[in-house]
Nanobody, 119 residues
Framework: QVQLVESGGGLVQPGGSLRLSCAAS????????TGWYRQAPGKQRELVAA???????NYADSVKGRFTISRDNAKNTVYLQMNSLKPEDTAVYYC?????????????WGQGTQVTVSS
């Protein structure tokens, strides 16, 4: 069983920056796709960014050029650097680990961390 612990959320002014971290337990982190999702009040959860075990990265159009996802397999940690934050980025951000191929069906979620962008 994999457990995910997120940190780094908070209140920031428009144009500011935050860095989210997600630390995972277990020994299969490096073999899974890691991603960040977010859910704003009254909206569906959406993918923000993901990085595969091979390093392929995908971003939502709304965050391209502003957010950067990265992973450190030695630390079992995935990061989301968020710059030029906008009020519409306000949401609960969730870390996700998802398996494919041999690890198809594995799907783990963190507890979520609140990001609020407001002046």
């Amino acid at each position: 069983q994999v457990q995910l612990v997120e940190s780094g959320g908070g209140l920031v002014q428009p144009g500011g920056s935050l860095r989210l971290s997600c630390a995972a337990s277990g020994s299969i982190f490096s073999r899974l796709t890691t991603g960040w999702y977010r859910q704003a009040p009254g909206k569906q959860r959406e993918l923000v960014a993901a990085i595969t075990s091979g390093g392929r990265i995908n971003y939502a159009d709304s965050v391209k050029g502003r957010f950067t996802i990265s992973r450190d397999n030695a630390k079992n940690t995935v990061y989301l650097q968020m710059n030029s934050l906008k009020p519409e980025d306000t949401a609960v951000y969730y870390c996700n680990l998802k398996g494919s191929g041999t690890y198809y069906g594995l799907d783990y979620w963190g507890q979520g961390t609140q990001v609020t962008v407001s002046s």
